[in-house]
């Protein structure tokens, strides 16, 4: 079974930064076709995606709202997925949750519904 642990959120003042961690365990994601992906749920609102990685090629996809802010990476001998976030805004305060799917070939996915595993999340509050 496959857990994932998210850590690194907390308060932060707009345009600063953090960097959150998501450990996974129960498999090894390098010998399989894996798709990670960053969540994000704001308060009343829905889960979406914030980025995306491939975990074999390495690809990454991102929302138009974080792109040339937010960095995907994962460190295989680490089994773990970051993100790296610059210039925080407001309006990205939710809660984080980290996503992973086991895939038949090296892709990306970007729905929830295509997630098969989920960590419990971490909330990020950015104040103004």
């Known amino acids: 079974q496959v857990q994932l642990v998210e850590s690194g959120g907390g308060l932060v003042q707009a345009g600063g930064s953090l960097r959150l961690s998501c450990v996974a365990s129960?498999?090894?994601?390098?010998?399989?076709?894996?798709?990670m992906g960053w969540f994000r749920q704001p308060p009343g609102k829905e889960r979406e995606l914030v980025a995306g990685?491939?975990?074999?090629?390495?690809?990454?996809d991102y929302a138009d709202s974080v792109k040339g802010r937010f960095t995907i990476s994962r460190d295989s001998a680490k089994n773990t997925v970051y993100l790296e976030m610059n210039s925080l805004k407001p309006e990205d305060t939710a809660v984080y949750y980290c996503?992973?799917?086991?895939?038949?070939?090296?892709?990306?996915?970007?729905?929830?519904?295509?997630?098969?595993?989920w960590g419990k999340g971490t909330l990020i509050t950015v104040s103004s």
């Open positions: 129960g498999y090894t994601f390098a010998f399989g076709y894996w798709t």
């Open positions: 990685i491939s975990w074999i090629g390495g690809r990454t």
């Open positions: 996503g992973a799917a086991r895939l038949d070939r090296d892709s990306l996915r970007r729905g929830t519904d295509d997630m098969d595993y």
